[in-house]
């Protein structure tokens, strides 16, 4: 009997920091409708993630995917850049 494998889930965010040697904190931002005023909301919640050739600088798009443990906070990974920040 052959084990079923899911799919890993994948998010998109910003990166925040990058003080880290080999990893990024990438916030993800959600927008929801209140359930009882109906108005939409915003919330973020931050992820750390291992970026293995340091290419992420500060404020780039990103998209992660989910990982083993790669430290005690570290669950996933740097699939791509999706957009470069302008830095001055």
């Known amino acids: 009997m052959e084990k079923q494998v899911g799919r890993k889930k994948t998010l998109q965010g910003v990166v925040v920091s990058v003080t880290n040697d080999k990893t990024i904190v990438v916030r993800v931002n959600r927008r929801l409708r209140h359930p009882v005023y109906g108005k939409f909301v915003n919330r973020s919640k931050k992820f750390m993630a291992h970026d ?20 005690r906070r570290k669950r996933w990974r740097l699939v791509e850049v999706l957009k470069h920040s302008v830095e001055a």
């Open 52 to 71: 293995e050739g340091n290419v992420c600088k500060m404020g780039d798009e990103v998209r992660i995917i989910e990982s083993r443990p790669l430290s």
